[in-house]
């Protein structure tokens, strides 16, 4: 029996205030509106982001809420005007998108989507301002557009990737945030060349995704940068070869990869958000060639300082969102890189958890423990 253009009720879990666990609800799920997909979750995977917004400390809180961006499924129902998709295509939902009509969508340098580029306060869609999920009648807010806790969620047909079906689900899933993000920081914006040396600083799952980035551009030394040493051995499978704790020196990290380096790294890749992470990523590449690329997102009140004769003396500090991947048209081939074997990912898959144990994936988030955590909808 066919469910489109019907409310469906199905499952979520809904974050109703910040902090506290999420509560498995029957929800009812409205059918997509012009320009909108109804996609069935398979599998979700949490993020950092998920849970910063979960703890919404650092920003307005809106709740009741349905997080949830990282996430693979399959299409349900199409809306009016949505030609590229149709209901049995696997797709991956994506926190940004590419509606293909903007300048920045027309430009071949620029994934930053005018209409649809990440927008942290929206809870509604954008077509009429309304949710699709709700609760006796009482709306349940929207999440980057995506809010994959849900077994069914609505998305704009800008933020979902067609791709082939024969990926697993349950491991591409990962490529829709954090792996995207790091893979791509390296390969299209540091674009280390083989042989050429790489500092990653931050080896969390977005660190190590860059760390994968490099070992396949051939880079020769990929050097990891950490406060937490208890990340060295697990970043070995990801190709990094040394590795430099700050705590460990009583001199600026920076200097001390350059005394590794004979005058600094080729590339680096900063991943952690710290804004003194950020300085020392730009100012330990080599200069003449050196350049620097910043993934990590900071704090709102951070300032950026440097000398202006680091950038003279031709290093160059880049800036990145998603990898510069644009989510429609380059996400579908990383998921063939993975079908190929150019890309690992299964490393970086270390927790799974059945739906009704969303909870526990947040517990060892917050525990700092594994990387990816894979929650499965069916069970």
């Known amino acids: 029996m066919s469910t489109a253009g019907q409310v469906i009720r199905c499952k979520a879990a809904v974050a109703w205030e910040s902090g506290k666990p999420l509560s498995i609800e029957e929800v009812e799920v409205a059918p997509p509106q012009k320009n909108e ?32 961006h990282e996430a693979g499924g399959i299409v349900e129902s199409v809306g009016e005007g949505v030609t590229d998709l149709e209901p049995g295509d696997h797709v ?188 020392s990523a730009f100012e330990c590449v080599h200069d003449g060639w050196g350049v620097a690329v910043l993934v990590g997102v900071p704090n709102k009140d951070d300032a950026f300082k440097t000398h202006p004769v680091n950038l003279l003396n031709e290093r160059t500090l880049k800036g990145t969102f998603f990898g510069n991947y644009k989510p429609r048209t380059d996400i579908p081939a990383v998921v063939e890189k993975y079908m190929n074997k150019e890309l690992e990912l299964d490393k970086f898959i270390t927790h799974s958890v059945p739906f009704s144990e969303i909870n526990k994936a947040f517990e060892l988030m917050l525990a700092g423990e594994g990387l990816r955590c894979v929650i499965r909808m069916d069970a």
Not at 45 to 63: E, I, M, R
Not at 129 to 145: A, Q, T
Not at 217 to 230: E, H, K
Request: charged share 20%.
């Open 92 to 279: 991956l939902p994506i926190f940004t998108g590419e509606c293909k009509e903007c300048a920045h969508c027309m430009s071949e340098e620029s994934n930053m989507c005018n209409l649809l580029r990440i927008n942290t306060d929206r809870g509604e869609m954008i077509h009429d301002g309304k949710s699709r999920f709700s609760i006796n009648g009482k709306p349940i807010y929207h999440f980057l557009g995506t809010s994959t806790f849900s077994e069914y969620t609505v998305v704009h047909v800008g933020q979902v990737a067609k791709i082939n079906p024969d990926a697993p689900l349950d491991k591409v899933c990962v490529l829709s945030c954090g792996m995207s993000t790091g893979f791509g920081a390296t390969v299209n914006v540091a674009k280390p060349k083989k042989g050429q040396s790489v500092a990653i600083f931050g080896l969390g799952a977005v660190g190590l995704a860059a760390a994968e980035g490099a070992r396949v551009s051939g880079a020769s030394r990929i050097i990891g940068v950490d406060l937490n040493p208890s990340r060295f051995e697990q970043a070995k499978k990801f190709g990094v070869t040394e590795f430099v704790n700050p705590k460990d020196h009583n001199k600026p990290v920076q200097e001390v990869i350059a005394e590794m380096t004979g005058g600094g790294v080729d590339r680096s890749v900063e991943c952690t958000g710290s804004i003194q992470a950020m300085i």
């Open 37 to 68: 997909v109804r996609i069935k979750i398979l599998f979700t995977s949490l993020c950092h982001t998920d849970v910063y917004f979960w703890d919404a400390k650092g920003q307005n809180p809106l709740f009741p809420r349905i997080l949830g």
